[in-house]
C-alpha cells in the first residue's frame, strides 16, 4: 500500500478489501509467475525435481442440514423482500421480524427432537417437518405476491434502478433456492429417500460447495474445493489450481505437468506423485515428457512394478515427496488455506491464488536472507584476517 512503519495513514479493512477484489485470479497468478522468475535465478537446478498433492480448502459456511438452509432460505427472502417493500411501498411486511422468530423457533424445536431418545421421535420428526416446510412455502407464497405488486408498478410506469435489479434478482435466487431445498426435506423426509450427493445443497450463499469425504482424521468430511499444488526444489509453488467439482488428483495430473514442462522448456528432469495420481495411463503419459517418475502403484504391485518402484532414485524422489506436506500446512496455517474467507466462486480462485503468492514470496525472503547472512559471514571473515 506504499505506507512506512512512520506514516499515519492507514486504510481500513474493507478499503483494502475492495481494491484487493479489483484483482482477477489471473493477474495474481501472472505476478506469483514473476516471483518465482526471480527465485529461480537465485538458485541452481530449482526445477531438478518437482513434486505434487491436492488437499481441501473449506467454504466458509456452516455445517448443512434442511433446516439449517432452510432458514436461511427464508431469513434472505424476508430481509430482500422487506427492503423492496419499504422502496416501493408494498404491503404486508410489517411482521418481518415475528416472522424470522416463528421459522427460528421452528427449527430450534427440530434441533431438539432430533438429539432426544423419545419413542415418537421420528413422528414428531415429520411433523415439526411438516410444519416448518408450511412456514416456507406460505412465505414464498407471500414474497411472490410482492414481487407481482412491483412488476404491475413497473408496468404502470415505475423506474427500476440497476441496484433495485440487482435485489430482485437476488430475491428470484433465494426463492427458487429454498423451494429445492424444500423438495429436497420431502424427499428425504416423508418418502424416506437417499439423496445423491450431486443433488444435494451445501450452501444457498455458496451453491458451488462440493461435499469431499477423503475419510481422514479429524475431518473425514469437508465442504469445500480439492486445490492441487506443485512445489519445486526451491521450495516455491510453481502452480495452483482449484480442481472443478467431480474432478480428482488422477483425472488431472497428466495434463498439468505437460503444461509446466512446456512452460519450463523441459527443465522438470523428476516428478513425484502419491498413490492418489496412481492410473497406468497416467504412468505411461508422464513417462513421455518427464524422465524420473515417482508414481507408486495403488493396489497390488506386479513384478514390473516392484522393480520400478526399488529403483534407487525413485526411492530418493519418494522421499522428498513427503516434504509437500509441510508446504500444504505453511499455506494452511501461515497463508490462510485452511478457510477461505472470500465469497463466491471468483473469490475462491482469488483466495486460492493469493495463498500461493504470499507462500511464493516468503520463501523468495528466505533465499534472499540466507544469502544475506552467508555475504556477511565471508565479509566478517576476511576483516577477521586482516585483524589478526
Not at 187 to 192: A, K, P, S
Request: charged share 30%.
Amino acid at each position: 500500500m506504499m505506507l512506512s512503519d512512520w506514516e499515519e495513514k492507514r486504510y481500513s479493512r474493507s478499503a483494502i478489501h475492495d481494491n484487493f477484489t479489483l484483482l482477477s485470479p489471473e493477474t495474481i497468478r501472472a505476478i506469483t509467475a514473476i516471483v518465482v522468475e526471480i527465485g529461480h535465478g537465485l538458485g541452481s537446478k530449482p526445477l531438478e525435481r518437482v513434486r505434487a498433492d491436492s488437499f481441501v480448502v473449506k467454504k466458509n459456511i456452516h455445517y448443512p442440514t434442511d433446516t439449517n438452509l432452510l432458514y436461511d432460505g427464508c431469513r434472505k427472502i424476508i430481509e430482500l423482500t422487506k427492503k423492496i417493500a419499504v422502496e416501493f411501498d408494498i404491503p404486508g411486511w410489517r411482521k418481518n421480524n415475528f416472522w424470522k422468530h416463528t421459522i427460528k423457533s421452528s427449527l430450534r424445536k427440530i434441533t431438539k427432537i432430533a438429539r432426544s431418545r423419545a419413542a415418537d421421535r421420528d413422528q414428531r420428526l415429520k411433523e415439526m417437518y411438516f410444519y416448518i416446510i408450511g412456514q416456507a412455502q406460505q412465505l414464498i407464497s407471500k414474497a411472490d405476491g410482492s414481487l407481482a405488486i412491483l412488476n404491475e408498478k413497473v408496468q404502470s410506469g415505475e423506474i427500476l434502478l440497476p441496484k433495485w435489479q440487482e435485489i430482485v434478482s437476488e430475491l428470484q435466487y433465494f426463492i427458487a433456492g429454498t423451494e429445492h431445498v424444500i423438495e429436497l426435506a420431502q424427499r428425504r423426509v416423508f418418502n424416506d429417500e437417499k439423496i445423491p450427493n450431486p443433488e444435494k445443497v451445501f450452501s444457498l450463499f455458496e451453491p458451488d460447495t462440493e461435499l469431499i469425504n477423503r475419510g481422514k482424521s479429524p475431518n473425514p468430511i469437508e465442504f469445500g474445493h480439492r486445490v492441487l499444488i506443485v512445489q519445486d526444489n526451491a521450495g516455491f509453488i510453481i502452480h495452483d489450481e482449484v480442481l472443478g467439482q467431480g474432478f480428482t488428483d488422477e483425472k488431472v495430473i497428466a495434463d498439468v505437468m505437460k503444461r509446466l514442462q512446456e512452460r519450463f522448456k523441459g527443465q522438470i528432469r523428476a516428478a513425484s506423485f502419491d498413490k492418489g495420481f496412481w492410473t497406468p495411463n497416467n504412468l505411461r503419459d508422464l513417462s513421455e515428457f518427464i524422465p524420473i517418475v515417482a508414481l507408486p502403484k495403488k493396489g497390488r504391485r506386479s513384478r514390473e512394478d516392484q522393480k520400478r518402484e526399488s529403483n534407487e532414485e525413485f526411492g530418493k524422489i519418494r522421499k522428498w515427496h513427503a516434504g509437500v506436506e509441510s508446504a500444504i500446512h505453511a499455506l494452511q496455517a501461515g497463508n490462510g488455506l485452511d478457510l477461505c474467507r472470500d465469497k463466491g466462486a471468483a473469490g475462491y480462485q482469488r483466495y486460492v491464488a493469493a495463498a500461493a503468492l504470499g507462500r511464493n514470496l516468503q520463501v523468495l525472503g528466505t533465499i534472499l536472507l540466507k544469502k544475506e547472512r552467508k555475504k556477511r559471514r565471508k565479509e566478517s571473515n576476511v576483516l577477521d584476517i586482516l585483524l589478526a
